[in-house]
């Protein structure tokens, strides 16, 4: 569940004793560093994270100004191994010069110029050996993908023309269960063009089609298909590594757990909201409940029933019916690594305003055989 950390930011530059300082159940998301700089505590995404939480990764050294909650100056990002991993420089919230990048090996991993918080000019990107990976070109006409090599030096791309071919992890929870998806196409002037695939790769690198795209010559996307759902998309399918740092300036933070770091629980609340999204002949009100889904070692959802049930009585199947449409949850595991039959507990709230809206929201999982 992501929420967002002003309020106690506030508090914190006001030197007023906060939360976190009660050393029982604290959760200390930033504190003091020297000459009146401040550490922040990031996972991998840039979500803010408790300093001891097993999924922290990033500590950022910045100054921060309280009263327009953004960052300032020249700021370092270092990962768990001491070694930087990001550097570069805000004025008051906006990104100004150069941002660089790095491999935990230290080396450069990519490099961009930032003018008024916009990215202009070559954005580089480096292999983890030092070989350059793709030079990508930033204007006002928009980006375009200029040059790729792949990882034994091969120019696959020249000149924004050759065969695109990148395999990306998925960072965040996805439906197909998949740590990997690969993108394959024509690029043309520097943009996608005609015929282009998407694959999910499993750990053995085996390949399954996912779906199948149409670019037109401008690279604006004409046709999409998925095959794992059966339907139509418009939204365009990413064809370069995403880059998170821009998460920190959001200032939101995440419990220290699986399910809410992997992204899990933001799945849940944008599922029930798609597909749940108002009811008729029910007065205003908010409420919590409880299912217990048994889970089979797949990750796949094989049985749910209500241990708290909604007061509306009628809602309650509509919910099951949501839960049991999720194709794939996080498998338990036990003390050696390897996924186990379970039982969960999903719990959330719903709200319904007087115009019959629902919001789904405060989704928490709790696990009752999942080794710790």
Known sequence: ?????????????????????????SKVFFEPAPEGLVRFYFDNYYYLVDKNCQFKSIERISQFIVAKNVFHGEFKDFGLNGKIVLTGFYNEGVKEGVF???????????EVMFEKDRPTGTWN????????????????MGVKIT??????????????????????PYVFYNEYG???????????????????????????????LLAEEIYSKSGFLTEAYNLFLDEEYTQPIGILPTEYFTTAETLNFKECSFDDYSGFYTYLSDKFNSILTSVSGIEPFEDEFTFQIALSSKGHPEKATAVKALKPTELNKAV??????VPYYFPSLNVNGMPIDDTLNVSGK??????????FHSFRIKREMHAE
Do not use: C
């Open 1 to 25: 569940m992501i929420k967002h950390i002003l309020f106690y930011l506030v508090f914190f530059f006001a030197g007023t004793a906060i939360a976190q300082q009660d050393t029982a159940k």
């Open 100 to 110: 660089t990048a790095y491999h935990p090996n230290g080396q450069k991993k990519w």
């Open 125 to 140: 990107y480096y292999y983890p050996d030092g070989k350059p990976m793709f030079e990508v070109n930033y204007d006002n």
């Open 147 to 168: 040059t790729v090599w792949d990882q034994i030096g091969i120019k696959r791309v020249e000149e924004g023309n050759g065969n695109y071919e990148f395999k990306m």
């Open 178 to 208: 998949f740590p990997f998806f690969e993108r394959k196409g024509k690029l043309k002037n520097g943009v996608p063009n005609g015929y282009w695939t998407t694959h999910v790769v499993d750990e053995k690198n085996r390949k399954t």
């Open 320 to 325: 099951e019916s949501v839960l049991l449409e």
């Open 350 to 359: 719903i709200t319904v305003d007087k115009e019959g809206k629902m919001q």
